[in-house]
């Protein structure tokens, strides 16, 4: 008895370290890591032992059904939930260990696309895209105005500099935010839902875009979506989550011929398989296992 | 028994909301006073603000001051004749403005036109996720939105309540004297002699800024913490409104009681 | 910094503001007037009735001062009532008289003095020596009602 419980401690021991001789080997390439990580509102577990490894000028998509926490792992990253278990380390910094000057100082190598864009409803797209120049740069009226046009202009929103966000259709002020989150030429760019409530080409013009920032601007990007075709389109690496822990990770061929049956469901889009189509609540679930 | 435990335990709950919302009241205004130095340091963040909360609310002050004025002269005139003390009119009328209407009505008013506003609009920037994009642009909302939005209503609440004071006095005197024939010397000199700076004027002064600090506070922490959808917005507003007058008017009992006793 | 419409009005509504602060406590909280140069004298009274302190003083009608303060004097028990009487009025005789009046039936109280006929005059510190106290009507009733009874017996 209590030498298999000594095996099991020690394969435990063996899985927890792996990981951690992984990231010691590649400290300089991996620029984010979340490393078992739990977190959960009230009793609902939303992630149960999560690992994600995010390479530094990749594009990283994580993807999986609605409601499985992608969300909440650009909070980690960007320190605004605090797991209840686990690790999140960010350009080898422990977010956990940070004081909130030191948060906010790591939150400027950060840009962050938010779902609904959440532009600045009183100030114009300008001024929006200038938004984290004024606040953090001490940079000459000229300078700021040639920063902004110029990624306005590869948005190509040049003209659109003077309306406010109000006056701009969704595909436009999505495309203003994606120039907000890259003004600052940060590190790491997040994109929380892209590609939702875009017309086909409005996806198309995002989609290259975020190639093309990534490239141009030597940036880690980390999208989270559920679009199958335009993840695909874009990505070097594609994490699948599900239940709480990553389901499969891979670049998008790998995953595309993955035998999986949770990843291959996904990624075709059947309605029910091992991700259940009927909404089953905590209680439902522990009723069902008695 | 349950009858009698779950009343007693409603009360339980009552009390320990009461006591963890007094609790996160009073870290937030401590929050707020220690971002107070960003406002100092950028008059334009204060300026816009002075405009939405100060100058945006001077109107209605104004009219409000200068009718509450006329109704007291009008009412007063007409009972004190009946005794023959019309001459100590401009007292009654300015003692009445001074120590308890002026800054009374100017709070009842600045939490319906400025602070619902205030709750109103923060709380949208909560929902529409404009407070989470500042942190994320390492820009902190306490400094950037709320300690402008709090200072500019705590400067502006005592000026309105002083430019309001001041209307109902000039009110009481258009109706006490240009309209009923009172004496105009007899109006201000009565005021003058009735009338204490220190226990008067200054006390008044007090009142009107205890209520702005406390209420424009009520009003930037409902909308900082107000649900992230539309029902919680508005049911956020409301609640300011309630809670503000609700606590303008015991405030003023306490106050009054604690300076004129 | 560029200043536009929004600065104009936020100025104009602050300037408003502390103008509508400073005639308040100047006109109508009378500050400043009162702390006007002029000496203090005292006077005694058995009764003051329904004297405050700022209450004004007055010769032949005309406030000529206020009173500061009011105490009571542990070996006589009288009220001593100390008043400020404004710089303007320096010559009143030493042997002024100070009663204490209503104005109207019900009005307030104040301090009415009457002057005397000395040489001398009243300075900082001195004491009016001849005083009447308040007419309490609840006392002139009262003496009246005995008077009354005292009759008829």
Redesign the interface.
Known sequence: MSEIQKTSSNQDNTDLDKPELDNAGKASKNIVAIKDVSFGYGPRLVHSGLNIDIERGSITTIMGPSGCGKSTVLGFI?G?ISPQKGQVIVDSKDIASLNNTAL??L??S???M???N????DITVFENVA??LR??TNKTEQEIADMVLDKLEHVGLREAADLYPEECSGGMQRRVALA?AIV?EPAIVMYDEPFTGLDPISKGIITQLIAEMNERLNITSIVVTHDVPEACEVSDQIIVLAGGKALGKGSPEELMSSDDPAIKQFMTGAPDGPVAYHYRSQSNESEGGH | MKFLVTPIQKLGATVIDLVYSLGSIGLFFYRILSALMTPILRPALLFTQLYMIGVKTLIIILVSGLFVGMVLGLQFYTNLVDFGAESQLGLLVALTLVRELGPVLTALLFAGRACSALTAEIGLMRATEQLDAMEMMAVDPIKRVIAPRYLAGFISMPLLAAIFTLMGIYGGHLVGVSVLGGDSGIYWSAMQNGVDFYDDVLNGFIKSIVFGAVITLIAVYQGYYSPRNSEGVSSATTRTVVVSSLLILSLDFLLTSLMFS | MKYGVKEFWVGLFVLAGILAMVVLSLRVGNLGSQDSDGYKVSAKFQDIGGLTAKSPVRMAGVTIGRVTDISIDSNDYEAVVNMQIFGEHKNLPIDTSATILTSGLLGSQFIGLEPGGDEEYLTEGSQIEYTQPALVLEKLIGRFITSFSNKKE
Do not use: D, I, S, V
């Open positions: 960007g605004r906010y100082e939150r400027k950060m840009g962050m938010f779902q609904h959440a532009l600045l409803t938004f984290p606040e953090h907000r600052m």
